[in-house]
């Protein structure tokens, strides 16, 4: 059984920097995918970075890339989003995702979420 468990958010000043965590179990490395979404109070859930499970591909929303990068620690079993120069408009609550075959940053790729953590940017 795949279960995510995110960890790592809180409250930063704009500029600053936080890492989220996201401890992942039940996913089979040969195969699949891992992703960051970040999700507002009546917005959709957006796409933030993905990254295959074999490590290829990494990939960050256009809209966050030079501040977002996603990474992984198979040995530990761990995701990770490293986010700089963080603004105001980044407070959101933060999902990881995983998903056995498909990819990518639609959230509907994904059959696997976690509960989320929020990240709170003040100016």
């Known amino acids: 059984q795949v279960q995510l468990v995110e960890s790592g958010g809180g409250s930063v000043q704009a500029g600053g920097s936080l890492r989220l965590s996201c401890a992942v179990s039940?996913?089979?490395?040969?195969?699949?995918?891992l992703a960051w979404f970040r999700q507002v109070p009546g917005k959709e859930r957006e796409g933030v970075a993905s990254?295959?499970?074999?490590?290829?591909?990494?990939g960050t929303a256009d809209s966050l890339k030079g501040r977002f990068s996603i990474s992984q620690d198979k040995t530990k079993n761990m995701l990770y989003l490293q986010m700089n120069s963080l603004k105001p408009e980044d407070t959101a609550m933060y999902y990881c995702?995983?998903?056995?075959?498909?990819?990518?940053?639609?959230?509907?790729?994904?059959?696997?979420w976690g509960q989320g953590t929020q990240v709170t940017v003040s100016s």
């Open positions: 039940g996913v089979t490395y040969m195969s699949g995918c």
């Open positions: 995702a995983a998903d056995q075959s498909r990819c990518g940053l639609r959230a509907w790729a994904y059959e696997y």
């Open positions: 990254i295959f499970t074999n490590g290829l591909g990494p």
